[in-house]
């Protein structure tokens, strides 16, 4: 047991709290990971707002990057010292789904497994998303790390636990993209420029991009789209197919939890597309669609989480393009902050026009 720092929830809608707590020294399988970076995503602030529901007091925070400082018993392949990316993919191994090569819907994600941290009082205190890490440290599962090269910048490391995944992951794993394809990404945001970037990586021929203002267009060209149409057009549908030469796309990805993107993400589908489900909306919320007019052209409608990861595999390949220059990781940062500035950053995030905030952790 230790005393860390964190940002704490400790009510729905209100900023967080800087506070020490408590963590307890890593379990069976478990992990301790000294945090040098951590991102904030939309999900984190999704939770905060109560959107999700879920208990408080909590830490939320889950595109961490660190060093391991200390393992618990029947930790194998990882070693105090290790360089790694900290995600919220807690796979048990051994479920169907996980047998199959979709760890990402583990159907055992936390058996058995209880927080390990707590409130400086002794309380109880949540670890959303299976990782707490706004905040100096983490105990975690090893399935939940990939090791990364010591040189790394964190900064751009951290993006690779969530955003980064989930939407390169949504264009090569869950679309299945061919090249030659035509894409459409509805939302330029963090998620989105991802799942561009993932459609250029897999050699799309067009990607169209869809977001509110030509400001985000531009940025979004900069990651690979090849065309940009204003969502606040009455029908950016027919400038979509303009824009592929009169016909829908293959792949409509959505990375965005707005009901509209949604219920219009069909409509820039050709014949025989699929619309890939990225972005959450909050719970209890539905969206339509045209059953008869989807079957009838063949289309398909796909839920993809985590971009359907499979960490220890995708990640590796990932930084290989980083080096490479292939996959921009660096662009997708618009602010560096300090852990006690994580209020402004998750206020500069809603803004709207933020790619990725990071929180980074000095010492
Ligand atoms: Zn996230
Ligand atoms: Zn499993």
Known sequence: MQTIKAAVCREFGKPLVIEEIQLDAPGLGQVEVTLDAVAICH???SYAEGGWGGH????????AAGRITATGPGVTGFAEGDTVVVTLIRACGTCPNCAS??????????????DPIKTADGGPLLQAMACGAFAEKVVVDHSQIVRIPEAMPRD?????????????????????????QDVVVIGAGGVGLNAIQGARIAGARRIVAVDMTEEKLEIAKSFGATDGVLATDPKPWRAAYKALGGRGADVVMITVGAIPAYNDAPRYLGWGGKAIMIGMPHSGTKAEYDPMGMSFQGQGLIGSKMGDTVIQRDIPWMIDLYEQGRLKLDELISGRWSLEQ??????????????????????
Request: net charge negative.
């Open 156 to 180: 751009a490391a951290c993006l690779l636990s969530c955003g980064v995944i989930t939407g390169v992951g949504a264009a090569v794993n869950a679309a299945q993209l061919r090249a030659g």
């Open 43 to 45: 999900s984190d602030i």
């Open 101 to 114: 090569g979709k760890p990402t819907i583990c159907e055992n994600p936390a058996d058995g497994v209880q």
């Open 342 to 363: 994580i209020n402004e950053a998750i206020a500069d995030t809603k803004t709207g026009s933020a790619k990725r905030n990071v929180i980074l952790f000095d010492r």
């Open 56 to 63: 408080l007091p909590a830490v939320y925070g889950h595109e």
